[in-house]
């Protein structure tokens, strides 16, 4: 029995993962399942996986999981050291799919025990990239990458030479926001940014999508994740959103992986890896399909594109100030306080002041500089943000 854990098993990702491994109760050994908020989720999980331990990170919510687990044989404990510490727990596998920068530290710890991390957290790879696969290499763990582009890569580059890879094109479907006339994203609401065209997904991922702000972060977890330059990194728009990633290799040719929009094959990969194990997703009818469509990514629509750029070329702790000024400006569309196209100009901002000012840019990368740069982000990002009101 392959032990396993899920670090943020009450969201979309960690959701598609209980439902893997509930479909083959007699192949897996669930340890440690951990959720933000939503106890009522993560100790019904708890109890119908039969996992060692739950944790929430709300500390109020502490009395309620464990009123709720009585009887169960579940330990429960909360906070995010607590998380932290679930996380160190033997597992041969852990799923690391908390959002945002708080994913990092449990990933961390977990790749402490030289085991597998499957690592939906693009933030871990965006914020720290270079510290995080080091870690990883320092303590033999391997890291898969569950991102569905980085997954589509990763497959097209089983039994290739990644020296001859020519570059590496990751698909977008566009978002929420892809056909709207351009002067009206403007007046873009919570409710329109929110509903995205293809996935199902969380709601800032899904928000992330319609400004492409995700996309920006999936081309700096390509250039950590594969180790190739950031001129070898392309972003397309494919509105039907089937061909998840290409590689093109020197000889011309592109290999494309296709499938359909479901999260549980790319982390029915990462589960079953290295074989290829049968999944619950939908076979793709290709007739019935008939057309792939592509193309260029407006640089005007899309500027967190253009924004990822300047971060790759500058790498360091530019990442880890991407995200979290993209994080506080996505707090702040949320509540309604800034408009969807000022998001960009807030992390543009941030990044500016954070090189010219701060000096950040050079510093050595370590948890504490990460961390550091996290907070200084967040508030340059929120003097920004109070500079538009
Ligand atoms: P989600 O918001 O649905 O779920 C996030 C999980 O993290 C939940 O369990 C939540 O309770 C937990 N959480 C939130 N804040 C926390 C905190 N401070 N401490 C501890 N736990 C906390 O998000 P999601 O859509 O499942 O995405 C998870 C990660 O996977 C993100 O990094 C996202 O970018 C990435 N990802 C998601 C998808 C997708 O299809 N949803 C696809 C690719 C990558
Ligand atoms: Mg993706």
């Keep these: 029995m392959k032990k396993v854990s899920i670090l943020g098993a009450t969201g979309s990702i960690g959701q598609n993962t209980v439902d893997l491994i509930r479909r083959d109760p007699k192949a897996f050994d669930v340890v440690a399942l951990t959720g933000g908020r939503n106890v009522l989720q993560l100790a019904q999980d708890a109890r119908d996986l039969r996992a060692d331990i739950a944790v ?14 009585i009887g169960s044989g579940v330990e429960a404990a909360a906070g995010a050291d607590a998380i932290c510490d679930a996380a160190t727990r033997p597992a041969d596998w852990t799923m690391s799919c908390i959002v945002g920068a708080a994913g990092l530290a449990p990933g ?10 499957a690592l939906a957290n693009k933030e871990s790879l965006v914020t ?6 080091d870690h990883a290499k320092h303590h033999c763990a391997t890291v898969l990458p569950v991102d569905s582009e980085h997954s589509a890569v990763f497959q097209a580059l089983v039994g290739e030479d990644i020296a001859a890879v020519e570059r590496i094109i990751i698909t977008a479907s566009g978002g929420a926001f892809r056909d709207w006339p351009l002067d009206k994203l403007e007046s873009a609401t919570l409710a329109e940014a929110s509903s995205h065209p293809n ?24 250039k950590e994740f594969f180790g190739v330059r950031p001129d070898q990194i392309e972003a397309i728009i494919h509105p039907e959103s089937l061909i998840h990633a290409m590689v093109g290799f020197n000889d011309g040719a592109i290999m494309a992986h296709v499938g359909p929009h479901d999260m549980r094959h790319a982390i029915g990969f990462a589960l079953n890896w290295p074989k290829r194990t049968e999944l619950p997703v939908e076979r793709l009818d290709l007739a019935q399909i008939g057309a792939l469509t ?3 990514p407006e640089a005007a629509r899309y500027p967190a594109l253009q924004i990822a750029r300047t971060v790759m070329e500058e790498g360091g702790l530019m990442g880890a100030a991407f995200t979290s000024a993209k994080d506080r400006a996505l707090d702040a569309f949320i509540a309604g306080d800034i408009g969807f196209t000022q998001m960009a100009p807030v992390v543009d901002k941030v990044l500016n002041t ?10 050595r990368m370590t948890l504490d500089t990460v961390q550091q740069t996290d907070t200084l982000a967040r508030r340059r990002a929120a003097e920004a943000i ?3 009101r």
Excluded: C, H, V, Y
């Design 108 to 117: 961390w710890k977990a790749l402490e025990q030289g085991a597998t991390l």
């Design 386 to 388: 109070a500079d538009l």
């Design 354 to 363: 954070m090189t010219s000012r701060d000096g950040l840019k050079n510093a």
């Design 56 to 69: 929430i990170q709300d500390d109020d919510l502490l009395p309620q999981l464990k009123d709720l687990l």
């Design 199 to 222: 996935w199902d997904m969380g709601q800032r991922i899904t928000i992330d999508s319609a400004s492409m702000f995700n996309k920006a972060m999936e081309l700096i977890e390509t």
């Design 294 to 296: 592509f193309k260029a």
């Design 128 to 133: 720290a990239g270079p510290i995080l696969l």
